[in-house]
């Protein structure tokens, strides 16, 4: 679709605000587009940033509440370059509590994957990364085969570092000896052909792409049978031993499998490839061991996208070879930290800067406004949308403010501000949550509806996520709408989040994010203390903020809007989780527990209150309505989906990690992409995509 040209700016509705919808309204209201495109945001309940979406306790010391725990990694260049140009944008206020992202953020460079060994008892596996030069969202060339060299180099490193870190026995060391020479030979080699052979080919033909890859990978392929030949003995048979193949037979395989499945420089074609085959059996397939394959690094990476159906981590878990490894390429080859930690709740740090500088370039906001149909005209296009009013602003009061500050940090109240809202009175006295699909609460006034030919909106930007869309596109009947709300699939998943008095015992640089803890569904600790010096609690703060969060298991299909009592059952669910988690805690935290379980006295509660009781003070929530189930990759399950550009409707965009929009995992830097694919298909005047998977450089 060609450039918009004409007198008056184009009318964008962009439904949904969560990261799809902001990115999308901040590429189409950046100054360069001369304000060719006014853009109106609906939004239901009292907040954005949807997944992302945090809250300040009104209730208690302003403590952060979260969907979910969110941690940034360090090739999340479209995402850092968006919020770079969003604090830049506010900078003028002096008073900014973080000027720039770079100081809303730590940085953090080791990952923790649990791991159960053959007696039963859980031994943390720390991965170790270093700060590498750069930083994310900056513009550089990709060299796409250097992935390789970068998947080699980190793990090399890893096992020497192991190897430092535990010293083995000197028995051992013809083994380990053998495993690292043999990385340091699969990194030599993947450095000659990256510099030597694959660099130059960027501009050879496929053909003799094809040739080089071949020979790689038949030299790497004997590295991988020494690899796997190299057995301890007696004297070796250590967690180190057994992770350093581990690491050295993953590594080898990967960068078997990308130069077999042309995944060095991926095509559409050869990831849509990949993609129907299931990630563990793509590491078997390329001669990976089952020891491997099963690994808890392995496992880490299921755990860190949800990736269970029906919640149910008893089974292996199931995502798309394809999209798993081409986010794997972005994994290994990041700028500056490996990964980043929010120092305040993720909807202060990414949402609410975004919503600042929509309304400085003239956005409008609607909060409360919640989208409930699409309706198509025969000539396909979107030619109405009607939308239900929650709540209503008082009149003259200058429209709904949804920010306030706490300790200088603009940022999102748990709840709406009664107080701003005609209804507010009876929202509070009768506790509705407005972004509750179970709600009991009666829209107050009559729904809008939006037309196209009355000119209320041109193009419209969907970035409700693909959970919520069945009900809001009944009337969407194209065949490749159908299959992909067919072909897709989401999960619920469940939050804990408990302050402590006490320390973990871990060091805080080796606690970051712990996944693969699978005493129950909850399988991931992040270590989320930054964010307690911005919190407001009266003298002394608590220590330590866990936030505990994995798949929520269901039991059966969501029931009908009209089943207001659903939400609280699922929340005791989740409550009874987080007790059991910390029943369980003894090998994460074995200096919270004793033989008598979890030392309760350490949760922060109000004086007199003991035991599990104590519980109750702390905070949880299932992430059960339609629109924030995680969105799943499950093998073959991308080629239903819809290119954020081609919907099938002329006047239709869509933006959000459901979309096909390369990597086709749920991240937030999949919403940001996706969003800026939208807003580029409405343009005609694309902001480039950084780290563009298909790119050819
Ligand atoms: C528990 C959890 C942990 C995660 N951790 C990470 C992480 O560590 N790192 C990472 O990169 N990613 C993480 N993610 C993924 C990340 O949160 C998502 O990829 C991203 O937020 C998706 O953004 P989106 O805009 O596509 O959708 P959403 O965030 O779901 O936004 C959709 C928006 O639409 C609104 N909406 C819905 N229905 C309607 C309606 N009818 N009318 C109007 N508005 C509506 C919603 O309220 C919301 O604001 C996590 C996700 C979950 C669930």
Redesign the pocket.
Known sequence: MGPDTGLRPVKVAV????????AAAFELSDPRHGGRFQVTL????W???????SGRDLDTARRTKE???????GF?DN?FALLREAYTALAADPARVFPTIEKALVAHNSLVAMEQQDDGSWQPWVIDLPTLPGRPGDILPQHQARTLDALVGIIERNATRLAVRQAPSPDALDTDVLIISTLKTVKLQAEELTQASLEPLTQASLESREAATARFAHSLKQLQTSIQAARPGPAEQTSWWRRLKILADLAVTTAIGMAIDNLIWPTRQSVAAANEIEYRAWLLRHGAQSATANSAIVRAMYD?V?AYPGGDVTVPGNVEAGSAVLTQKGLISYRGAPSYKMRTGTGDVTAAPLYQVLVQRGVTVNFF????DLIPAADGTIESIR?GVQATPNPGGGGYQPLFHVKGVPAWPDRPFYDQLVEGKALREKHIDL?SFWTCWPDPVQPIVLSRSAGDFDKVVL???VG?LGR?TTQLTQPGWRAMLAGSSTVP?Q?VQVWLDRDTGWSSDAAPVVTGYDRAAIDTWLDASEVIPFEDWTPPAPLHMAIL?GPLPELGAAPPPTDHAFPGAEATLVANAGLQFLDAATPLWPALTSANGFDWSALRAPAGSSGPLRFQAQFWVP?I???????LTLVGSSKTRLQPGASGYANLFL????TDYGLNL??????VI??LMAANAITGDPRPILRNPFDES
């Not at 439904?15 to 902001?22: H, I, Q, R």
């Not at 969907?67 to 990694?73: A, D, L, N, R």
């Not at 309505?625 to 969105?631: E, H, K, M, Q």
């Not at 749920?666 to 919403?671: D, I, L, M, N, S």
């Open positions: 439904l949904g605000g969560g990261v799809a919808g902001l609906h939004q239901l309940g907040r954005l940033g949807g997944k992302c979406a969907h979910g725990p969110h941690i940034f990694f999340y995402a860190t949800f406004h919640r989208v409930d939308i972004e970035a409700i996520p919520a809001i998943t939050n969060c992430a309505n339609p629109s924030d189930r995680y969105v933006a959000g990690d459901w749920g991240c937030f830097e999949g919403a996706s969003g």
